[in-house]
């Protein structure tokens, strides 16, 4: 089966520009994780979605991110404006009771 | 809070040589344990998982863990480090039940000396 996909795996634009991810589950996986990785650091998640509700987003900054995931399969994680503090990995992964985590090969955002 | 603490940033260790990563966690009730490995430039693998079962847990690569309730520990092992483990190490806490979530420790970079 295919793995978790994302796009794009690399990213640089500049402070203030939007910018946007996205990822697409493996089939049949209904939980959906967006975690950021700071460099040197563990993964730490953003937003959690149970097929397209969101049900743990406390860590979001809600002032300048936002997720959807609108059919309960893909999701897009967005940014606006972006902050130099925003460079990171970030990761997507799914799940679904019993299967454990699944990792996408994340996105890498340069924010210049 | 739960937490995982991973002790040490960086490990080194001979080709061939024993390879121990630290993992303790924090937590008033059992967890499922987990290790990961993460390559440059790639995202997260998973080593092998604790869900309960038997303590001793065997992994993908000749890794292996063992879960001590005692010492609220998972450190993970290998007999002989090969130069193609050189990565980063994540151990991770996650609470069946609860919020499913993964938390992770800030990660072990292991170097291989040839």
């Known amino acids: 089966e295919a793995g978790v996909v994302q796009s794009p795996r690399y990213k640089i634009i500049e402070k203030k520009q939007p910018v946007a991810f996205w990822c697409n589950p493996i089939s049949g996986h209904n939980t959906l994780y967006w975690y950021r990785q700071n460099l040197g650091q563990g993964p730490e998640l953003l937003i959690r979605?149970?097929?397209?509700?969101?049900?743990?987003d406390s860590q979001l900054p809600k002032d300048r991110f936002s997720a959807e995931r609108l059919k309960g399969v893909d999701s897009t994680l967005k940014i606006q404006p972006a902050e130099l503090g925003d460079s990171a990995v970030y990761l997507c992964?799914?799940?679904?009771?019993?299967?454990?985590?699944?990792f996408g090969s994340g996105t890498r955002l340069t924010v210049v | 809070a739960q937490s995982v603490t991973q002790l040490g940033s960086h490990v080194s260790v001979s080709e061939g040589a024993l390879v121990l990563l630290r993992c303790n966690y924090s937590s008033s009730v059992p967890p499922y344990l987990f290790w990961y490995v993460q390559y440059p430039n790639q995202g997260l693998q998973l080593l092998l998982k604790?869900?309960?079962?038997?303590?001793l847990v065997k992994g993908i690569n000749g890794f292996e863990a063992e879960f001590k309730k005692s010492e609220t520990s998972f450190h993970l092992t290998k007999p002989s480090a090969h130069m193609s483990d050189a990565a980063e190490y994540f151990c991770?806490?996650?609470?069946?039940?609860?919020?499913?979530?993964?938390?992770f420790g800030k990660g072990t970079r292991l170097h291989i000396l040839p």
């Open positions: 991770a806490v996650s609470y069946p039940n609860r919020d499913d979530k993964i938390i």
């Open positions: 604790y869900t309960s079962a038997a303590t």
């Open positions: 979605y149970e097929n397209e509700e969101a049900v743990d």
């Open positions: 992964a799914s799940s679904t009771q019993g299967r454990g985590y699944t």
